[in-house]
């Protein structure tokens, strides 16, 4: 059963950020949009979330439209900057978050305390946040975009910033939350990795558009084997290369990056000395060889014709 349809939205600011961009997301699911930065991530789930709004197309979060006021209770958002105030303890926080939402005396009370246990904050439920770890800020967070009990939760890149121990916790505390409430969670991130430990369905987005859809196991499935690598003298000699691989099987699969020539093989062992006799005979012996199994980075390179981390680097 989908708790989310988001049927073609566009948006468009000094031009299109988001470009007909449709997918649903099954209930008690965490679907990831993965994108560089700018891709156009924190515009659609602005949109999902009823806080900008689409010039096409329109957005259903459980069953209701999201024009129609009444589907903000269903909603939580927690947006990339803190909504945390560090001059309150982390109750004091989810009080006021609570008393905002309309929750009253002991109803804010009582789901303050049940929040204040599912995010392990019980200890420090009195001291002030500005004395907290990014981690446990980000968790705090967390818990007061879910103080009115929404059915979804929107995460903008809810690990940006954070070190490798607190990001690992909280992908923990997300699935926890994912398993335990059947809550459905949408989150962005431009971290393969997140998006590979975390998300049931990943959308990639690049520059507004969405690229490819499917669970990370699936889109590097599709990639089927293994990736070689193929290190040559510079970009020219890599055109070239790829050139030379016209009538092979493999044509199809091989991406110019630079001076590396990138070829998805079926299997490595049995392809290598064939691939390698055609680069040769063309006169572009390879420098270098590497082998991998493929990842997310190799998914993204197959259908934008880019590294992903170099893509990054560039903005
Ligand atoms: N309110 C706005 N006014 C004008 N331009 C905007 C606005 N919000 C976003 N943009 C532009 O839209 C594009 C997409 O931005 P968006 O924040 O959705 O991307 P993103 O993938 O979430 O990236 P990031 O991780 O940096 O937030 C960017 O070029 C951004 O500058």
Redesign the pocket.
């Known amino acids: 059963m989908n708790a989310i349809e988001v049927q073609k939205i566009s948006k468009s ?3 299109k ?2 470009d007909e961009i449709e997918f649903t997301v099954e209930r008690g699911s965490i679907f990831g ?1 993965l ?12 949109i999902m979330s009823s806080l ?1 709004k689409a010039d096409e197309g329109d957005v259903y979060v459980e069953g209701l439209s999201i024009k129609e006021k009444a589907v903000r209770n269903q909603i939580g958002y927690v947006a ?1 900057k803190t909504a945390v105030n560090l001059a309150f303890t982390a109750r004091e926080n989810l009080m006021l978050q609570g008393r905002l939402y309309g929750l009253k005396s002991g109803a804010l009370r009582e789901r303050v305390n049940y929040l204040l246990n599912q995010f392990d904050l019980e200890k420090s439920a009195n001291k002030l946040a500005a004395k907290f770890s990014g981690g446990m800020q980000r968790k705090l967070d967390l818990a007061m975009g879910l103080i009115h009990g929404p059915s979804v939760l929107f995460l ?2 809810p690990t ?1 910033g954070l070190d490798p121990e607190a990001r690992a916790s909280l992908w923990k505390q997300i699935i926890k939350l994912k398993n335990d409430s059947n809550l459905t969670v949408v989150l ?1 991130t ?1 971290y393969l990795e997140e998006a590979d430990a975390l998300a049931d369905q990943l959308l990639i ?1 690049d520059n ?1 558009k969405a690229v490819v859809q499917g669970s990370p196991q699936q889109l590097k499935k599709q990639l089927q084997g293994e990736a070689l690598e193929f290190q040559l003298a510079n970009e020219e000699e890599t055109v070239k290369a790829k050139a030379a691989l016209t009538n092979m099987e493999v044509a199809k699969r091989s991406i110019v990056n630079g001076a590396v020539l990138h070829v998805s093989v079926h299997n490595a062992s049995s392809q290598l000395s064939d691939i390698l006799t055609v680069l040769e005979t063309a006169g572009c012996s390879p420098r270098g060889i590497a082998l991998s199994k493929p990842t997310l980075d190799d998914v993204y390179l197959l259908h934008t014709g880019k590294h992903y981390h170099e893509k990054e680097a560039i903005r």
């Open positions: 600011y000094k031009e950020v988001v949009l994108g560089p930065n700018g891709a156009g991530k924190s515009t659609t789930v602005r900008a990339q903008d890149e940006t962005t431009h987005i507004g």
